[in-house]
């Protein structure tokens, strides 16, 4: 099966989400959208999700799924805007539970905030299969980045998220919490097993020295021929030791603190305090 295929890009926080529809039934499922977030201002926008439903709304789609490939920490998902407007089932994987138990300490979160996943309808496990429209995807687990990380293989299109970037970019971090170089180097050969012929769509795109456009797109194939990182056989202990020192490097993500705090709670905001108004934390020295 073949589904099309149809991206949206965030420039402000370099994130492709995608629409994902079977041209046999019309039904599709949206991958990893963005709720606009003004951090100086404390200000959410609408525009990026409201760009999606006009798409999913002129076409006539069906939505079946809102699904995330991981809990994001450069962005804040649209996913409980996109499911009220459009419909649809909120999925993750199942390890979101160690990202809920880990973060719910790093922000000190009570005990109303449960860490069960329970704050979204799916949780996806390893080989796991589902329905858009009349095509089965299936889920591959691909820890690394975070412990919660999927890839949505629909068809004969593979939704990485932040596992692999562009071959002339490489492969995502993995010095968050939960982390692993080495889990992340099993997941890449994970997807290295997938036909060549594959159609891999990236979670993000920071165009690569020399190139002048975004991209989002490539396949298995060139993904092991030509990736910067891990391409032409390298060896999980080269791998491992540069993307360590790589990561050491790093800056953290501009909207880690509030992406984390609301992605957690499948892209809802924390609950209001008393005076009526909702606030994200800032954990002082804790990264």
């Known amino acids: 099966m073949k589904p099309e295929v149809k991206a949206f890009f965030d420039e402000t926080t370099s994130t492709a989400s995608f629409v994902v529809t079977d041209p046999q039934t019309n039904h ?3 991958i990893d959208s963005v709720l606009d977030f003004d951090y100086a201002a404390g200000k959410t926008g609408l525009d990026s999700a409201n760009t999606i439903i006009e798409f999913v709304r002129n076409k006539k789609m069906v939505v079946d799924w809102i699904l995330e490939t991981h809990v994001h920490a450069d962005h804040l998902s649209a996913a409980p805007y996109l499911q009220e407007k459009l ?7 199942e390890n979101i539970t160690i990202v809920q138990d880990t973060f719910g300490k790093v922000f000190n979160e009570g005990t109303e905030f ?3 996943g329970s704050q979204f309808d799916k949780l996806f496990a390893e080989g796991d299969t589902f329905e858009i429209g009349s095509i089965t995807a299936k889920v591959l687990h691909t820890p690394g980045h975070t412990p919660a990380c999927l890839t949505y293989l629909i068809g004969d299109a593979a939704f990485v ?3 692999l970037f562009m071959p002339d970019f490489g492969t995502a971090r993995a010095d968050f919490p939960g982390g692993s170089a080495e889990t992340l180097y099993a997941s890449i050969q994970k997807l290295f097993s ?3 012929e594959t159609r891999v769509f990236v979670g993000h795109d920071y165009k690569a020295p020399g190139r002048e456009e975004y991209a989002w797109e490539t396949t ?3 993904e092991k021929k030509l990736n910067k990182h891990v391409g032409q056989g390298r060896s999980s ?3 491992v030791t540069m993307r360590n020192k790589r990561d050491a490097e790093l800056a953290m993500p501009r909207l880690i603190m509030p992406s984390l705090q609301v992605n957690m709670r499948a892209g809802k905001m924390p609950p209001a305090e008393d005076d009526g108004h909702v606030y994200l934390k800032v954990p002082v020295n804790r990264f």
């Open 161 to 163: 998220g932040d596992t």
């Open 87 to 93: 419909g649809g089932k909120i999925g993750i994987g």
């Open 114 to 116: 449960q860490r069960d």
């Open 220 to 222: 298995i194939g060139e």
């Open 28 to 30: 599709c499922a949206i």
């Open 237 to 239: 202990e080269d791998f």
């Open 194 to 196: 997938l036909p060549d």
